[in-house]
């Protein structure tokens, strides 16, 4: 079971706002950097923020990331068809001396 | 351009062992911290393990730790996994994946800038 919570699920209309939180600890979030990939059907993950807020080249501006204390999310503005995947955070945990994910949440356009 | 080729997945009875590579080009391999994640079929991401640089300093995801060993080989731009006492619940698709910023020392990050396109393990009777 994975130490960083998130919504297993998120929707939105195309141009609407949406933002997928995740909960971890003072071990994981609380002291490290939050990290957020993409992942599209049958696909490898994709770097989408990094740094808690930095996007690599590439990435629209419309996904943006954020942190504060123990939680961060991730927005995604200007919703897309193309935007329908599933999202996952991650930090190191300095506790289990490794990295975690989150259980991930699922992006529908409808 | 990156460019992360795993490959050595396939099907294994539970109790035995398989050895992944990561066959990497396009950057100073050296230089970068490398990591195996892995997906259980329909499941989320999980993290398995990181090798820096040298190979020295390695990291495991306590599901792991003392029956999977994560090395590299410099000189072939290569990163390998070798996975003994195989349980069912190891089976999913293994990716690896390249360090984006982390090119001196140890980086307690989860910073995955390219992978690979995975390769499955089956790990059943």
């Known amino acids: 079971q994975s130490v960083l919570s998130q919504p297993p699920s998120a929707s939105g209309t195309p141009g609407q706002r949406v933002t997928i939180s995740c909960s971890g600890s003072s071990s994981n979030i609380g002291n490290n950097y939050v990290y957020w990939y993409q992942q599209l059907p049958g696909t490898a993950p994709k770097l989408l923020i990094y740094?808690?807020?930095l996007r690599p080249s590439g990435v629209p501006d419309r996904f943006s990331g954020s942190k504060s204390g123990t939680s961060a999310s991730l927005a995604i503005s200007g919703l897309r068809s193309e935007d329908e995947a599933d999202y996952y955070c991650?930090?190191?945990?300095?506790?289990?001396?490794?990295?975690?994910f989150g259980t991930g949440t699922k992006v529908t356009v409808v | 351009e990156v460019h992360l080729v795993e490959s050595g997945g396939g099907w294994v009875q539970p109790g035995g062992s398989l050895r992944l590579s990561c066959a990497a080009s396009g950057f100073t391999f050296s230089l970068y911290g490398m990591s195996w994640v892995r997906q259980a079929p329909g499941k989320g991401l999980e993290w398995v393990a990181i090798?820096?640089?040298?190979?020295?300093?390695?990291f495991y995801a306590d599901s792991v730790k003392g029956r999977f060993t994560i090395s590299r080989d410099n000189s072939k731009n290569t990163l390998y996994l070798q996975m003994n006492s195989l349980r069912a619940e190891d089976t999913a698709i293994y990716y690896c994946a390249k360090d984006g910023r982390c090119t001196n020392g140890v980086c307690y990050t989860v910073d995955l800038d390219s992978w690979g396109q995975g390769t499955l393990v089956t790990v059943s009777s």
């Open positions: 740094t808690n807020n």
């Open positions: 090798s820096y640089g040298s190979g020295h300093d390695t």
């Open positions: 991650a930090a190191w945990d300095d506790s289990l001396r490794g990295g975690v």
